[in-house]
């Protein structure tokens, strides 16, 4: 027998409860390993008349080979002319694999099993203890034997003989998947079910009482990616497509067209979301569903042969274990404050599937296990087998950067989530970072991230993650304008994405994580969107112009995000904050934290402007100057008090974002202002021992660690070379 072929069931025989006539004693083996067996009194004879063609279940279509690994992974179609590989594989030029089991069906439980039929069963004669349980042993084959029925001619009643295990749990849909169909039955192939139903003599009666509510499951709403071999992007207001023109186009059932051998898709409010407030005249959006084959003659590009290469290449760095141990690192330091991969995608049953890591692009592969190299001294056995070995993080990320050159041009959201994993790249501070910023703003805006996605009729898994990842474009934008004063890349009127609500973001896998990890994506998404509203404010070319020398309308300004900053504080979860200060200083909640000191300071850079010269600006602030500057010591000494925190013993560890490391140096720079413009002795005294105090914490956490080193290293060395400045509690005041 061909290895790869399989024996299958026709739907229909599935349907009626496998009661096809078949020779005394056979057997039918479902998808999954079940085995179905009838004894020889309960099965049909073989002179049963059969019926002729009519109404009822389609025609089944036979496959001969089972979908291969890589086609089970993407739940496509697994299309083999001949023999392997697959169309898809071979598109990819991936090797064609068997070797992975199909995932198990979950069973419904016993509460969904009307009573009726549970009654009948449970009273028939003939039903072990085991069937009437429904609950046979994982993975082990299931013996169903059906009470003694009698022979079964074309007008019995089987409504009261069927058990609920043996053709409630029958799901249409899954068996298809299984078998490798491409569509599912239609409404007009259901109402033709029913009707065979009527014909075998389910009466209105005996189907009310015999409900199966797994068969009328409504059609699933489809991802935009589910076509492994096109990239969807969205058609937008101007360009050479108009959406307007667009939506009076013929659609099929799959809400698509072809024009001009140019494939749309066209997306439908979902009708649970009639409530939501949509403009009356707009256009449904429309996405272009653009074939890879179509770009591939355009530049820059990677030949197939050095991707391919470049993939073995990393395949032979870590073993299968090494890499599963890599990424269980990083969903327990990284993912749950950068939350931007669909944890679903890549486990099965709680465990990372080969089949899924496999069907990763190079760009993310390479860049997952890039991020997750620096976390291997917290693997007990990851850490002593990559101790001696080369550190193979420069060809992770040079190979990931090779596969961007090719993936660019047909977009996907892994490809959004490579490039953000390389923007949290550590002590990438070049001019290439802002250029890399503006890269993934513009594939978000490709993939229609930027637009509110709440009533569109996709996988609410998908609408979660799609709203995540333009969040952590957004954070990552903001952050890097602030970091390296450059303009941002998003405009306040480029989106209408709502805030981050925690139903769209995945619960933590584990007690170490914490589990309040990922309430800290929120917080920072909200603080993130003050930051954008101070930059806007105060930074911009054409806001330093009104605000530089007007200290009335800078303060003017200040009073709501000042109250905006004190409001998100005071709003921090006690699991996280007490007192204004991390409970957990290490990773994410003190860089949050972090965050939130650098914003109120770049706040206070703001309002202090105008009063470094002299003149009218500062004759005008002479009364509240002097508050503004009480409030920036105030903040300084928050931060010193946070810095000599960090320096106890895992004060660094964890994750931080990659502007952290910038965060420090403002900060260091921050004081240093403070301490040369200060205006009387006593504060120029006060400004020098918060000077001297922390740079001692940060030099003690610098030699803590390698990470604290490259965290805090940065803050030594900006803001007090060349000043003159020793730190060793001499005061800095000038007359």
């Not at 291969?68 to 694999?97: G, M, N, W």
């Not at 007690?511 to 994506?521: I, K, L, M, Q, V």
């Amino acid at each position: 027998m061909d290895p790869f072929s399989q024996a299958s069931l026709s739907p229909g025989d599935y349907y009626h409860g496998g009661l096809s006539p078949q020779a005394p004693g056979s057997s039918a083996a479902m998808p999954g390993g079940v085995k179905l067996e009838l004894p020889p009194a309960a099965q049909a004879p073989t002179t049963m008349q059969q019926p002729g063609p009519g109404p009822g279940p389609r025609n089944y279509k036979s496959r001969k080979y089972r979908p291969c690994d890589f086609c089970r992974a993407r739940q496509v179609a697994c299309k083999i002319e001949v023999a392997p590989p697959c169309q898809l594989c071979q598109s990819h030029r991936r090797e064609c694999t068997f070797v992975e089991q199909p995932k198990k069906k979950r069973r419904p439980p016993a509460e969904s099993v009307v009573a009726p039929v549970v009654a009948a069963a449970s009273s028939s004669q003939g039903s072990g203890s085991r069937a009437a349980t429904g609950t046979p042993a994982e993975g082990s084959r299931v013996h169903i034997e059906p009470p003694q029925l009698p022979m079964l001619g074309q007008d019995s009643d089987i409504s009261g003989h069927l058990h609920p295990n043996y053709v409630a749990h029958f799901d249409e849909r899954l068996f298809e998947r299984q078998i490798g169909h491409d569509h599912f039955l239609d409404h007009q192939q259901h109402q033709h079910q029913q009707h065979h139903e009527h014909h075998q003599g389910l009466d209105h009666t005996a189907a009310a009482s015999f409900q199966m509510p797994h068969l009328d499951v409504p059609s699933p709403e489809r991802s935009l990616d589910s076509h492994p071999s096109r990239s969807a992007r969205l058609v937008g207001e101007t360009g050479e497509t108009n959406p307007y023109l667009l939506r009076r186009y013929h659609y099929d059932d799959n809400d698509e067209c072809t024009i001009s051998q140019t494939h749309y898709r066209r997306i439908r409010p979902r009708p649970s979301a009639s409530n939501h407030p949509t403009p009356k005249d707009a256009p449904p959006p429309v996405f272009t569903l653009a074939a890879d084959s179509a770009s591939l003659s355009a530049e820059p590009r990677t030949e197939d042969h050095v991707l391919a290469q470049a993939r073995y290449d990393i395949s032979q760095l870590f073993t299968s274990e090494q890499c599963f141990r890599l990424l269980g690192l990083y969903f327990r330091f990284v993912d749950p404050y950068l939350p931007i991969l669909a944890r679903a995608s890549l486990f099965v049953n709680g465990l990372i599937s080969r089949a899924a890591l496999d069907a990763l692009p190079l760009s993310l592969t390479a860049t997952l296990y890039a991020t997750a190299l620096p976390y291997t001294p917290y693997d007990a056995l990851l850490a002593p087998s990559l101790a001696h070995a080369p550190d193979p993080s420069t060809q992770l990320y040079r190979t990931a950067h090779l596969a961007l050159t090719h993936e660019l041009h047909n977009p996907r959201p892994a490809t959004l989530q490579a490039v953000l994993l390389l923007l949290h790249r550590p002590a990438q501070h070049t001019p290439f970072r802002p250029a890399l910023v503006a890269t993934a703003v513009s594939l978000a805006h490709s993939l229609g991230l930027s637009h509110d996605s709440t009533s569109w009729s996709l996988p609410a898994p998908d609408l979660a993650l799609r709203k995540r990842l333009w969040h952590a474009v957004f954070i990552t934008d903001k952050w890097t304008a602030l970091t390296l004063g450059t303009p941002s890349c998003i405009r306040t009127d480029d989106a209408d994405v709502p805030p981050l609500w925690p139903a769209d973001l995945e619960p933590a896998l584990g007690p170490d994580d914490g589990s309040d990890a990922p309430t800290n994506f929120r917080l920072l998404a909200d603080l993130s969107s003050i930051v954008a509203d101070i930059l806007d404010s105060y930074f911009s070319v054409r806001a330093t112009q009104r605000t530089a020398s007007n200290f009335a309308l800078s303060l003017d300004l200040g009073r709501g995000l000042r109250a905006r900053l004190d409001a998100w504080s005071e709003g921090l979860p006690r699991a996280l904050f007490v007192r204004g200060a991390p409970v957990r200083r290490g990773g994410g909640d003190a860089g949050l934290y972090l965050g939130y000191l650098v914003a109120n300071m770049t706040l206070f850079r703001g309002l202090m402007r105008p009063l470094e010269g002299g003149g009218a600006g500062q004759e005008m602030g002479m009364g509240s100057g002097g508050a503004v500057r009480a409030g920036a010591r105030e903040c300084a000494e928050e931060a010193v008090v946070f810095v000599e925190g960090l320096a106890g013993a895992g004060g660094v560890e964890g994750f931080w974002h990659s502007w952290s490391r910038a965060n420090f140096a403002i900060a260091s720079a921050f004081l240093t202002q403070l301490l040369l413009t200060a205006s009387t002795e006593a504060e120029g005294a006060e400004m020098s021992n918060l000077v001297a105090r922390w740079r001692w914490a940060m030099r003690m956490g610098a030699e803590g660690n390698d990470n604290g080193g490259g965290l805090m290293g940065m803050g030594l060395g900006v803001g007090f070379a060349g000043l003159g400045l020793d730190g060793g509690g001499e005061g800095g005041y000038e007359e």
